[in-house]
Nanobody, 118 residues
Framework: VQLQASGGGLVQAGGSLRLSCAAS????????GNWYRQAPGNQRELVATITSGGSTNYADSVKGRFTISRDNANDTVYLQMNSLKPEDTAVYYC?????????????WGQGTQVTVSS
């Protein structure tokens, strides 16, 4: 399974971007999809999750501004980011995660840069 993240770029504060994470196999219908981000000098943090059942969770810092969604037909997870702030600047990574009898099965995408100018 490979995950391909895309959609990052440079945007002014208050603007919007939509990130996509496309999987090479039918993975997101049976796995949780997550978006993480990592700013320079900071640890990677979890931004948003969509479970295999469709439930969503968000970091407090993005609640009300970001929306995670999934398209099972295209095996893609999206992150719609609105009202972007300079502090949202980071490399954004997607992953899929599910439990198995062997332990957690986790796949990571390559990261996409988001830069928000003030």
């Amino acid at each position: 399974v490979q995950l391909q993240a895309s959609g990052g770029g440079l945007v002014q504060a208050g603007g919007s971007l939509r990130l996509s994470c496309a999987a090479s196999g039918s993975i997101f219908s049976i796995s949780d999809g997550n978006w993480y981000r990592q700013a320079p000098g900071n640890q990677r943090e979890l931004v948003a999750t969509i479970t295999s059942g469709g439930s969503t969770n968000y970091a407090d810092s993005v609640k009300g501004r970001f929306t995670i969604s999934r398209d099972n037909a295209n095996d893609t997870v999206y992150l719609q980011m609105n009202s972007l702030k300079p502090e949202d600047t980071a490399v954004y990574y997607c992953n899929s995660q599910r439990k198995s009898w062997l332990g957690p099965i986790i796949y990571w995408g390559q990261g996409t840069q988001v830069t928000v100018s003030s």
